[in-house]
């Protein structure tokens, strides 16, 4: 299997709605196009992942929201070096439709209370929802590793909330650690790189906000041994 040397994953850069949430009554999510900022982000980013990529090749998924999209074309690979899938499964949380602007930060506080992985937004997505769309993506993903020429780089251009839930999938995180974690900066990137065990490691934690309770800890018991 020619496992990737390095999989980074990418937040596209400021959105008219990271700007202004009043957008989202009058725009649809995924038709949110990045303000100047966001792209300046995103050229920034190209930089720096053409300094990780040098010459080497790329296979990259995108989220088919028009910010990310927008994000990846001004990252200014090389094409010739890239071979680029829009990947539906990589993106945003769905939130319902048009959006009420007080129902929503409603709902968000209703979230914060009951929980971002399992609250469900009226007619949206749950986080969990979108960890079970992403462990359906890394299946695929995981195959496309089989064939003796897959590019030693792997890019996600996708969003804050997704990018900690494929952390999560991959490396096997608890809720409570999902829980205690903050999206990363638009235009940040998070590398989980290839070690000589085998096994990935992120090069930078995400910043976490609280210290989150270990599993098994408050129930008494002692963690099921792994083999």
């Known amino acids: 299997m020619a496992q990737p040397r390095r999989i980074v994953l990418l937040r596209h850069g400021e959105s008219q ?32 992942l053409r300094a990780v990529f040098g010459e080497e090749g790329v296979s990259a998924y995108v989220s088919p929201y028009r910010r990310t999209l927008q994000t990846f074309q001004l990252l200014g690979l090389d094409p010739t070096l890239v071979r680029v ?50 462990g359906a993506f890394l299946e695929s993903l995981w195959r496309s590793f089989e064939s003796p020429d897959h590019p030693p780089n792997v890019l996600l251009v996708t969003h804050g909330l997704t990018m900690r839930l494929f952390c999560m999938r991959w490396l096997h995180w608890s809720v409570a650690e999902f829980e205690s974690l ?24 995400f910043e976490h906000w609280h210290t989150p309770e270990l599993p098994f800890e408050s129930a008494g018991t002692r963690p099921p041994n792994r083999r």
């Not at 007080?102 to 969990?128: L, T």
């Open 17 to 48: 709605g990271n700007y202004d949430d009043s957008v989202y009554e009058r725009i649809p999510d995924h038709a949110l196009e990045l303000t100047d900022q966001g792209r300046r982000q995103a050229v920034e980013a190209g930089a720096r």
């Open 85 to 134: 899938r829009e990947e539906p499964r990589l993106r945003e949380q769905d939130w319902g439709n048009w959006q009420d602007r007080e129902d929503v930060r409603r709902q968000k506080r209703a979230r914060d209370a009951y929980g971002h992985f399992f609250y469900r937004f009226a007619q949206g997505e749950s986080g969990a929802d979108v960890y079970d769309r992403v």
């Open 182 to 205: 903050s999206n990363p900066g638009n235009g940040e990137t998070r590398e989980l790189r290839l070690g000589r065990n085998g096994r990935y490691h992120l090069d930078r934690p």
